[in-house]
């Protein structure tokens, strides 16, 4: 989980939505009420989920670690035949519109010619 939340793609659009989580928030206080109303929820369930899972992760730590080199090199394989998951989302976004436009350039000139 930690390598998948380190990539940039993913790292850049976690920074994305909470940038507006948190613009809609202070924008809105009606919305703001509830938002803290289900953050409150999330880390209280969170917190109780934790105390009861955790033996339960002990026992199962050398499978778990297992279960973790597989994905780690699975991550690997992915990002090889994906570069786009190394950059931000930002980036992606110019590229594509890049990438539109000159394609409809390229149909615009056909035609014309």
Same mark, same amino acid.
């Given at each position: 989980?930690?390598?998948?939340?380190?990539?940039?793609?993913?790292?850049?659009?976690?920074?994305?939505? #909470?940038? %507006?989580?948190?613009?809609?928030?202070?924008?809105? @206080?009606?919305?703001?009420?509830?938002?803290?109303? $289900?953050? +409150? /929820?999330?880390?209280?369930?969170?917190?109780?989920?934790? #105390?009861? %899972?955790?033996?339960?992760?002990?026992?199962?730590? @050398?499978?778990?670690?297992?279960?973790?080199?597989? $994905?780690? +090199? /699975?991550?690997?394989?992915?990002?090889?035949?994906?570069?786009?998951?190394?950059?931000?989302?930002?980036?992606?976004?110019?590229?594509?519109?890049?990438?539109?436009?000159?394609?409809?350039?390229?149909?615009?000139?056909?035609?014309?010619?």
């Amino acid at each position: 989980v930690k390598e998948v939340a380190n990539l940039t793609l993913v790292s850049s659009v976690c920074d994305v939505v #909470s940038t %507006v989580y948190t613009s809609t928030k202070e924008s809105h @206080p009606s919305i703001r009420s509830v938002c803290d109303a $289900a953050e +409150k /929820g999330v880390r209280g369930i969170t917190e109780a989920t934790a #105390s009861c %899972v955790q033996p339960v992760l002990t026992t199962l730590e @050398p499978h778990v670690a297992v279960a973790s080199e597989f $994905a780690s +090199k /699975g991550l690997d394989k992915l990002g090889e035949k994906l570069p786009f998951l190394q950059k931000p989302v930002e980036q992606i976004i110019s590229e594509t519109k890049e990438l539109v436009s000159s394609r409809v350039a390229d149909a615009k000139d056909a035609v014309s010619s």
